[in-house]
């Protein structure tokens, strides 16, 4: 069986608008909380969290540890474009986020850092010594 779909340039522009718009468009940017993207690595010695959160600085950063359990927030006021001006699309702010993180019981949570560079917020989670496996080559006889 073949199905036949009549094309409708209209029909596709108005699906592709609704759809390609974020739902920002259909509630306001005022119910939505747009948490920034993040990278988390690993190595031997430590793991670093990379958390994407360009145009703010480094006091808009608040970054908090209870338990195991990292906290980054930030709360700044939300930029005004003027009088008279609007967004027409508004795909990013990170004025206000909260992110949580789970840490292992491996960690170092005395010598946790913190940088914030270009826009990225980087935050070092050292291992504790006994956890850190360096590797050994044995020879064989």
Same mark, same amino acid.
């Given at each position: 069986?073949?199905?036949?779909?009549?094309?409708?340039?209209?029909?596709?522009?108005?699906?592709?608008?609704?759809? #390609?718009?974020?739902?920002?468009?259909?509630?306001?940017?005022?119910?939505?909380?747009?948490? +920034?993207?993040?990278?988390?690595? $690993? &190595?031997?010695?430590?793991?670093?969290?990379?958390?994407?959160?360009?145009?703010?600085?480094?006091?808009?950063f608040e970054i908090q540890l209870?338990?195991?359990?990292?906290?980054?927030?930030?709360?700044?006021?939300?930029?005004?474009?003027?009088?008279?001006?609007?967004? #027409?699309?508004?795909?990013?702010?990170?004025?206000n986020f909260t992110r949580s993180?789970?840490? +292992?019981?491996?960690?170092?949570? $005395? &010598?946790?850092?913190?940088?914030?560079?270009?826009?990225?917020l980087y935050i070092n989670i050292?291992?504790?010594?006994?956890?850190?496996?360096?590797?050994?080559?044995?020879?064989?006889?």
């Amino acid at each position: 069986m073949r199905i036949i779909r009549n094309y409708s340039p209209l029909q596709d522009a108005v699906l592709n608008d609704f759809f #390609n718009k974020g739902i920002s468009h259909l509630v306001g940017n005022d119910t939505l909380n747009t948490n +920034p993207m993040v990278n988390i690595s $690993e &190595n031997p010695e430590r793991f670093q969290i990379q958390l994407a959160a360009p145009g703010l600085t480094r006091e808009d950063f608040e970054i908090q540890l209870e338990k195991n359990r990292l906290q980054v927030r930030s709360v700044k006021d939300e930029q005004t474009l003027g009088e008279g001006a609007r967004y #027409n699309r508004r795909a990013f702010d990170y004025s206000n986020f909260t992110r949580s993180f789970n840490l +292992p019981e491996t960690i170092n949570t $005395e &010598n946790i850092s913190a940088n914030y560079d270009n826009g990225i917020l980087y935050i070092n989670i050292p291992k504790k010594a006994e956890v850190i496996v360096v590797p050994k080559n044995i020879e064989v006889q």
